[in-house]
């Protein structure tokens, strides 16, 4: 089975996707099919995306293939792997914090970029990034997706 084909995946996609176009005023992509088809379309499509938990320090939980193709990672590397671990430096983890908290506080940004590092040590610029808050259906804050098409390697 693949990695979208997966129920909670599946879920978590249609989490991702919902508070996008909430917080954001427009789709992702196409919201047609059902939930298993936007699944796979939303992890083979053209553009970047993860997400992380809501842990002390978060872990991702979600990386689409372009996510995984760009940090070098296989799924299961990316479900171990603290988000923070993707900055090199202490002045770009402060300021990947300051952005974080950003988000928690007002729900997204759309205009972010910050430099990040890939599992084999190659730097890259993320530019013109989206990140925003995942809430469940209850009101429950679960965590913060960034998406992201524009990148380049340093």
Same mark, same amino acid.
């Given at each position: 089975? +693949?990695? @979208?084909?997966?129920?909670?995946?599946?879920? @978590?996609?249609?989490?991702?996707?919902?508070?996008?176009?909430?917080?954001?005023?427009?789709?992702?992509?196409? *919201?047609?099919?059902?939930?298993?088809?936007?699944?796979?379309?939303?992890?083979?499509?053209?553009?970047?995306?993860?997400?992380?938990?809501?842990?002390?320090?978060? %872990?991702?939980?979600? &990386?689409?293939?372009?996510?995984?193709?760009?940090? &070098?990672?296989?799924?299961? +590397?990316?479900? #171990?792997?603290?988000?923070?671990?993707?900055? +090199?430096?202490?002045? %770009?983890? $402060?300021? *990947? $914090?300051?952005?974080?908290?950003?988000?928690?506080? $007002?729900?997204?940004?759309?205009?972010?970029? &910050?430099?990040? %590092?890939?599992?084999?040590? $190659?730097?890259?610029?993320? +530019?013109?990034?989206?990140? @925003?808050?995942?809430?469940?259906?209850?009101? %429950?804050?679960?965590?913060?997706?960034? #998406?992201?098409?524009? @990148?380049?390697?340093?």
């Amino acid at each position: 089975m +693949e990695i @979208w084909q997966d129920l909670a995946i599946i879920a @978590w996609t249609e989490l991702l996707l919902d508070n996008y176009e909430r917080l954001i005023g427009r789709s992702l992509l196409p *919201r047609i099919g059902t939930g298993k088809e936007q699944s796979k379309m939303l992890f083979y499509a053209p553009f970047v995306l993860v997400s992380h938990g809501t842990q002390t320090n978060p %872990i991702f939980n979600y &990386g689409n293939r372009g996510a995984l193709d760009l940090w &070098g990672l296989t799924w299961p +590397e990316l479900l #171990t792997t603290p988000s923070r671990a993707t900055v +090199e430096g202490e002045e %770009i983890a $402060q300021e *990947r $914090q300051k952005m974080l908290d950003l988000v928690k506080k $007002q729900g997204y940004i759309n205009d972010y970029h &910050g430099v990040r %590092i890939t599992k084999n040590g $190659q730097l890259f610029r993320i +530019e013109k990034a989206i990140v @925003w808050n995942i809430i469940d259906r209850d009101g %429950i804050y679960c965590g913060q997706a960034a #998406t992201f098409a524009d @990148w380049i390697f340093l």
